[in-house]
């Protein structure tokens, strides 16, 4: 069973930074492709960036790349996502996924999900 835990979200101001956390204590961790969406207030779920089992490679949205960067420790069993320069605009539920086989950029693309943490930043 693939349970999926994030943490690290809260209320920050503009221009600060935030990591998100997302484990899982599944023994095969290190096989499963891992994707971050968000899910701003009143919009659909929205992708993030994906990171390949092994962390060699990762795909990001465009309008974050420049500020978010997605990375994972396998021997911990946890993902992670460095958001800096934060803006109210990126105010969402933000969920880590993992897919057993792609790696891709489409909330169908991934079979397991967390339960989401909330990030707020405030002007």
């Known amino acids: 069973q693939v349970q999926l835990v994030e943490s690290g979200g809260g209320l920050v101001q503009a221009g600060d930074s935030l990591r998100l956390s997302c484990s899982n204590s599944?023994?095969?961790?290190?096989?499963?492709?891992m994707a971050w969406f968000r899910q701003p207030p009143g919009k659909e779920r929205e992708f993030v960036a994906a990171?390949?089992?092994?962390?060699?490679?990762?795909h990001y949205a465009d309008s974050m790349e420049a500020r978010f960067t997605i990375s994972r420790h396998n021997a911990e069993k946890v993902m992670y996502l460095q958001m800096n320069s934060l803006q109210p605009d990126d105010t969402a539920v933000y969920y880590c996924?993992?897919?057993?086989?792609?790696?891709?950029?489409?909330?169908?693309?991934?079979?397991?999900w967390g339960q989401g943490t909330q990030v707020t930043v405030s002007s």
């Open positions: 996924a993992a897919s057993g086989s792609n790696l891709g950029t489409y909330a169908h693309d991934y079979e397991y």
């Open positions: 599944v023994r095969t961790f290190s096989r499963y492709a």
């Open positions: 990171i390949s089992w092994l962390g060699d490679r990762s």
